[in-house]
């Protein structure tokens, strides 16, 4: 059983195109985040949510909106794709807040073309 | 400046070699210390986490913290192929996690 799920796992479309991100754990966690990974793998964190309330938004593009309608689930949804978006996208949980272990799941590697 | 400096290498060692893995940060704010192995198209896993300064070992992995000198290091004995992956390095700030770029290992066997 997959902890932290993932989909799709690629993602290849064309600049200006809308695109969506889903993201699943079965861990009982409650809270969640979505990161980007660059090409030199640095970890961005964007957003995070803890029990469907958001708590880290840091500063993306307002062309990112996140969305949690339960606490196993958080979206991404991106609009009007940019050729700077191609990344790897990285969906993690933890058991709460203060919980140093974050489970990360296989990452979504979007290429806009 | 970034809060959190690690070498992106890669870093190549001979199977069997003693590795040691590197991060500084600049603000004493930070509390837990982790590391964290990123394998090739997979998302990084916990390997070890620390709060206090000293030694913490698991294995043939000793994670390292110096308070003092905002050092901290990860230490692999007798390295393995297997160890072949980037290391990340991340410390708690209030809610989040802040990254260190991840140094690329390679284990020659």
Redesign the interface.
């Given at each position: 059983d997959t902890a932290?799920s993932q989909t799709p796992k690629y993602l290849v479309t064309q600049m200006g195109n809308d695109k969506s991100i889903k993201c699943e754990q079965n861990l009982g966690h409650d809270t969640m985040y979505w990161y980007k990974q660059d090409s030199?793998?640095?970890?961005?964190?964007m957003f995070?949510y803890n029990n469907k309330e958001l708590?880290?938004n840091e500063t993306v593009p307002n062309r990112f909106s996140p969305k949690s309608p339960d606490k196993a689930h958080l979206n991404l949804h991106i609009n009007s794709l940019e050729l700077g978006d191609s990344a790897v996208y990285?969906c993690?949980s933890s058991l709460g807040?203060g919980q140093?272990?974050?489970?990360?799941?296989?990452?979504t590697r979007l290429l806009v073309l | 400046q970034k809060e959190v400096e690690q070498d992106?290498g890669p870093l190549s060692v001979p199977e069997g070699a003693i590795v040691s893995l590197n991060c500084t940060y600049s603000n004493s704010a930070f509390q837990?210390f982790?590391w964290y192995r990123?394998y090739s198209?997979?998302?990084?896993?916990?390997l070890m986490?620390t709060y206090s300064s000293g030694n913490k070992e698991d294995g043939r992995f000793t994670a390292q913290v110096d308070k003092s000198s905002k050092y901290i290091s990860l230490f692999i004995r007798d390295s393995q192929p297997s160890d072949s992956a980037?290391y990340?390095c991340a410390m708690?700030k209030g809610?989040?996690?802040i990254?260190g770029?991840?140094t690329?290992l390679i284990i020659k066997p």
């Open positions: 932290v030199k793998k640095f970890l961005k964190i995070s708590i880290i990285f993690a807040t140093e272990t974050q489970y990360f799941g296989p990452g | 992106p837990y982790m990123q198209r997979k998302g990084p896993e916990l986490y980037t990340l708690k809610y989040q996690l990254w770029a991840g690329k």
